[in-house]
Every structure is written in structure tokens, then in C-alpha cells.
């Protein structure tokens, strides 16, 4: 099946620093990725959708210029939390669906146990 | 606008019983999908069905089985003969007709005592 693999799968940092996530699809290209947060005993919330070669759609509320997405190649996305604070502590999962598949196929990364202190 | 309510937060069954998840859902498509996702503590999605608005036959898979109900607007979910292993989070799922968008559900914990 295909597999997202998210890396890194926890990170620790201190206040003001940035922080990059990535986001690759090991056996397929992706032409679609999407970035979701989720907050503890929480739903997983859409922040954006990003499509190879071309800028991210975000989702209303969230911060462009506070969380930057990159995919600039079919089988990586990254997203940079730029001058992370401690409300920005979160878990973050990423997920692919393949080309030439409908988009809500979506497979899912392991995510990233953000703590900002 | 596309709302997925799971009523339930948290289920606790003692092993080898049955045990229902609920969701119901909301959207004014016509065509839409719907997902159930298993999140165990590592953190990752498993992906455990997909169900098109049009096909509203139940669906067994092993110990696990769905019943779509259009009539109700509810996807329900049921683990037959529960195992530790089946201590998770789970997530009803509903897509947009442009299948662009996937709205959750808040999730069910489950947990499965010995």
C-alpha cells in the first residue's frame, strides 16, 4: 500500500525558533498533500492543501505567513512553523492521495508531536 | 456545510464484547463519502473503509462491521468480540462532493479492558 512517511516524529524547541517538518510519499507521487493539526482529545483540523509546483490553499484562520508549506516535488511537502510559540504546540499529520485518485483517499503520515516551550 | 458528530467520547468494554460507535453525519451533497479511521496511541491514521452515499449496504470485514443508514444520516461502526489490540481512537469521516475535503468527527476513544 502506499506509505507517507513524516519525519521527525517529535520535536522540542524553545520559543522563536522555526521548526521543519516534512512530509514525503515513499512508493507514490502525490500530486495532492494535505497538512491537519490536532489539538489533544481533539478532531484533526485542516490547515491547508498543497498541490506540487504551485502555493498552498489554507484554510481559514490559519496563518500563511505563520505556517509555510512547500511542495516542490511529487513525493515532498514540507511545513515550517516559523517562529514557533508555545500555542503552537500541537500535533501535526500530513497525508497524501495519489494521482489520479479521487483527493478523500487520503494516506496518512505518523505525525509530529510538536512541544514548544 | 458538512458536520460529522460522534457522540460518544470515550467507550470503555470489557474484552470479547460488542461495542457500536456512532456518527452522524451532515451535508447537503448528494454524492458524498464516508471514512471511518482507526488512531492508536502512535499517532497514525489507519484507514478502515470508504462508503459511497449511493451504496447503503451494510459491509462486514472480520470482526469489524458498518451499517449506512441514509434515512438516519448515520455510519455506524461495529467491533464484534473486542481486543486489547482494538484500543484506539476512532474517526467517522465524511468528504465533499468535489471529494477535495474530508471533515472529522471528534473522535471515540475506545478502550478495551482485559
Known amino acids: 500500500g502506499a506509505v507517507v512517511s513524516q519525519h521527525p516524529s517529535r520535536v522540542i524547541c524553545k520559543s522563536g525558533t522555526s521548526v521543519k517538518i516534512e512530509c514525503r510519499s515513499l512508493d507514490f507521487q502525490a500530486t495532492t498533500m494535505f497538512w491537519y493539526r490536532q489539538f489533544p482529545k481533539q478532531s484533526l483540523m485542516l490547515m491547508a492543501t498543497s498541490n506540487e509546483g504551485s502555493k498552498a490553499t489554507y484554510e481559514q484562520g490559519v496563518e500563511k505567513d505563520k505556517f509555510l508549506i512547500n511542495h516542490a516535488s511529487l513525493t515532498l511537502s514540507t511545513l515550517t512553523v516559523t517562529s514557533a510559540h508555545p500555542e503552537d504546540s500541537s500535533f501535526y499529520i500530513c497525508?497524501?492521495?495519489?494521482?489520479?485518485?479521487?483527493?478523500?483517499?487520503?494516506?496518512f503520515g505518523a505525525g509530529t508531536r510538536l512541544s514548544v516551550l | 456545510a458538512q458536520k460529522v458528530t460522534q457522540a460518544q467520547t470515550e467507550i470503555s468494554v470489557v474484552e470479547k464484547e460488542d461495542v457500536t460507535l456512532d456518527c452522524v453525519y451532515e451535508t447537503r451533497d448528494t454524492t458524498y463519502y464516508l471514512f471511518w479511521y482507526k488512531q492508536p496511541p502512535s499517532g497514525e491514521l489507519v484507514f478502515l473503509i470508504r462508503r459511497n452515499s449511493f451504496d447503503e449496504q451494510n459491509e462486514i470485514s472480520g470482526r469489524y462491521s458498518w451499517n449506512f443508514q441514509k434515512s438516519t444520516s448515520s455510519f455506524n461502526f461495529t467491533i464484534t468480540a473486542s481486543q486489547v489490540v482494538d484500543s484506539a481512537v476512532y474517526f467517522c469521516a465524511l468528504s465533499d462532493r468535489g471529494y477535495q475535503k474530508v471533515t472529522f468527527g471528534t473522535g471515540t476513544k475506545l478502550q478495551v479492558i482485559p
Open positions: 497525508s497524501a492521495s495519489l494521482q489520479g485518485v479521487p483527493k478523500d483517499i487520503q494516506y
